[in-house]
């Protein structure tokens, strides 16, 4: 019997140190603990926090909702990896644009929100993090600006969606 490759996913943000780093993790040790075999990671469109850490801020409210915190250090998307993952998650929409038009750009195709878990494997699909959502679509609430309740709202959106996530992944 084959075996199927693992599903492959990437968050992306801003900066890559709250948002995305908070869903990549969280989605890599809720899939885990429920057994699915699932690749992820996360960057940002920008280059601005390349190399940093997590946000100090994000980590708190990791370690206090029960989840490790990733020794991840913050990077950009390149261009020439998003034929690589089976689903891009845009943490806001204008993360969506760029990652829509980086991948028009460099000639990949592309397509939105999986419907089923057999919408995987053919190639990226890039949508808005939220459109998996059961709550609504929308934009992923940026913590950065603001303080320790907004970071739990963050928090609050991914747990809600990683089930979503895992049972695509499946």
Not at 7 to 14: F, I, P, S, Y
């Amino acid at each position: 019997m084959t075996q199927l490759r693992p599903a492959r996913v990437l968050m992306v943000c801003t900066g890559n140190i709250c948002r995305s780093t908070m869903a990549h993790a969280i989605l890599q040790q809720e899939a885990a603990r429920a057994g699915v075999d699932v690749v992820v990671d996360s960057a940002g469109v920008s280059d601005e926090e390349q190399g940093n850490p997590i946000d100090r801020r994000a980590a708190r409210v990791l370690r206090d909702a029960g989840y490790a915190v990733p020794d991840h250090r913050a990077r950009q998307i390149r261009a020439a990896e998003l034929g690589e993952w089976d689903l891009i998650l845009a943490m806001t929409s204008r993360h969506l644009g760029i990652l829509q038009r980086l991948a028009d750009r460099s000639g990949v195709e592309h397509e939105g929100a999986p419907a089923s878990a057999e919408d995987l494997g053919a190639g990226p699909r890039i949508c808005l993090y939220r459109d998996l959502d059961p709550a609504g679509s929308g934009d992923v609430p940026d913590p950065w600006y603001g303080g320790h309740q907004d970071f739990l709202d963050t928090l609050e959106v991914i747990e809600r969606v990683t089930p979503t996530i895992i049972a695509l992944a499946r």
